[in-house]
């Protein structure tokens, strides 16, 4: 079996994340965000390989074991603080270059619960910034060789809902313990 870094050796594997993250209300659900002070940090998940895997399992298992939404939450809070948030946002969208585009093609499914599968593109990035102030975004995504998008991915305004952590980490602890 290969190992991850053998599949990614040609592939642009590092990632974005924070010094420090918080919990945020929006639109009455809990997301995480970047602490307002927090410092942009890099690193390539690929070379922590073994360590991410252990963790995603433990931290996982943690949440299945859970007896509460504040042990999950704070589980969530952890894998973000050690990995960064998961970035999905870029990769949901059917429409690669949905961001040059009016609207949204979003597909059906369980796990990522949009209200339409198709919404304006402005509506759909508004989920997942801060605050809605117009800034500029940073220009780490492209310095990275990234899509424009991995701009506002990011970026300190750049936000996920909680509910898309801990049942990522549920489901693979799940999926390997099965």
Partial sequence: MKKIKEIYE???????????????KR?????????ENAVLM???????EETLIADVLNM?????DAKNGKGMTGTALDFVSKYGLLGWMPSLPVNPYFYLESKV?????????????????EKY??????ELNGEKLLGAGQEQGRSPIYDLVFSKNYCEPVDWIIPF???MFEHFRT
């Fill in 105 to 121: 093609l979003l597909p059906e499914n369980e796990y990522f619960l949009f209200s339409s599968t198709t919404k304006d593109t």
């Fill in 42 to 48: 890099w690193y390539d998940p690929v070379e922590k």
């Fill in 60 to 64: 996982g298992k943690s949440i299945a």
């Fill in 169 to 171: 980490l549920q489901e």
């Fill in 10 to 24: 040609n592939r642009i594997s590092t990632w974005a994340k924070y010094s420090g993250y918080r919990i945020i």
């Fill in 27 to 35: 639109q009455g659900q809990d997301y995480i965000a970047p602490e």
């Fill in 125 to 130: 990035l508004e989920q997942f910034q801060v």
